[in-house]
């Protein structure tokens, strides 16, 4: 296997095509094998048959079981059940395991999926890479769950490091999620490559009017992501509905883009509340081309996450030149810089993030300077041929070192 120029690669993931409205690490995993397989590499990746729905528990049986995209395979084994994000599709182990790849690389490492990569790449000899992207110990659900979750939580715990055990190597995005894993395995294993978004998308796409669309007449600025209580949208809502108090006479709107994860009803009942409705537009699951669309024609970004380990949404915002209001969250600042490309407030400071919004709104030059910096971090660094070059680098050096396990 030493000096191979063609490798055989399994991606594993939770969810792939067409549910978008997973997130981040479904993205991450279809870019790398969109890159990996158009080097001419054999690519594969092995997931469920979560379909495209305003949640994320809709299964379908009518997916293809597999599916050609591009260069790269989608190979879809039906979930039997779930708990929360964690979907129990067996016959992936079988799947896995008759293909034999030189090399299984997992992304979101509490999934059943991660297990089962694990487990076949013991059984099989395999080398194994492994990104979590999740916040394995940090991510506010793990403190903030209900009873039955939290007991799932530590139950999962010997299964985790079982995965981590077995991996040949961890990839990570940033500082912050080396120092996670860090405490967890031997920093020999961590290798740090930044996450990045697909280029090539932005350019190809022939953009919709999307003020048209939505009969959105006036400026706006957006947010993009999951209608979830660890992205902020209850602190977005309390800081515009401070906006428009201090600022009477504002024309801007709101624009709320996304899918429901267990906070649409208490958005809409905080949008009545606070009165906010006339400057307030919500789109549910809005297609692709449609979010990509806004960014185009947003004045900036408003993120303010809880919780975020190496967010994506700011960076394509940066791929339109525009900038970020975000918050000093976790994973954020080793993402994008205060004062750079974007403007970070203490997270739930609802009154910081209303003065930055003002702010911005207000100063035309700042939002092309940020803009304009945002736009050269994703051209020069953030961006997935660079993201997918290095893991391919990562895969090579790995077969080409690797020596079975005993």
């Not at 530590?154 to 996670?180: D, G, L, M």
Request: charged share 20%; net charge positive; proline share 5%.
């Amino acid at each position: 296997m030493a000096n191979k120029t063609k490798m055989k690669i399994a991606l594993v993931c939770p969810a792939s095509l067409p549910a978008t409205q997973f997130g981040g690490i479904l993205f991450l995993c279809v870019d790398i094998a969109r890159e990996t397989s158009n080097a001419g590499n054999d690519v594969t990746i092995y997931t469920t048959d979560l379909d495209f729905a305003n949640n994320a528990h809709t299964f379908s049986k009518k997916l293809p079981r597999i599916e050609k995209i591009g260069n790269f395979l989608i190979n879809r084994s039906h979930v039997w059940f779930s708990f929360k994000l964690f979907y129990v599709n067996p016959r992936m182990y079988f799947q896995l395991k008759k293909d034999k790849p030189d090399i299984i690389h997992t992304i979101g490492i509490r999934s059943f999926q991660s297990l089962i990569a694990a487990i076949v790449s013991k059984r099989n000899k395999i080398p194994l890479v492994i990104s979590d992207q999740g916040g394995l110990t940090t991510h506010p659900d793990i403190k903030n769950n209900s009873l039955i979750g939290r007991i799932f939580y530590k139950i999962q715990k010997p299964f985790i490091s079982f995965v981590i055990k077995q991996a040949t190597k961890i990839s990570v995005p940033n500082e912050y999620e080396r120092e996670i894993f860090a405490k967890l395995t031997s920093p020999t294993k961590i290798q740090i490559i930044k996450n990045g978004i697909n280029l090539e998308q932005f350019s190809e796409l022939k953009l919709i009017d999307f003020k048209t669309k939505y009969n959105i007449p006036q400026d706006y600025i957006l947010f993009v992501g999951r209608f979830a209580s660890v992205k902020g949208v209850d602190v977005l809502l309390n800081a515009w509905s401070k906006v428009k108090q201090k600022n009477q006479n504002l024309n801007s709107q709101l624009v709320i883009m996304g899918v429901d994860f267990g906070f649409e009803d208490e958005m809409f009942r905080m949008i009545k509340e606070l009165e906010i409705s006339e400057s307030v537009t919500v789109i549910r699951k809005p297609p692709r081309e449609d979010v990509l669309a806004a960014y185009s024609q947003c004045l900036f970004l408003v993120l303010p996450s809880r919780w975020e380990l190496s967010p994506l949404t700011p960076l394509e915002g940066f791929a339109f030149k525009k900038p970020v209001i975000s918050t000093t969250a976790h994973g954020i600042p080793h993402t994008i810089k205060n004062g750079e490309n974007s403007i970070l407030v203490e997270p739930e400071n609802f009154a910081q993030l209303a003065d930055a919004i003002i702010d911005l709104l207000n100063d035309e030059v700042k939002r092309i300077q940020f803009g304009n910096a945002g736009y050269r971090l994703v051209h020069d660094v953030c961006n997935s041929r660079k993201m997918s070059f290095d893991t391919l680098e990562l895969y090579k050096t790995i077969i080409n070192q690797h020596t079975p396990k005993q």
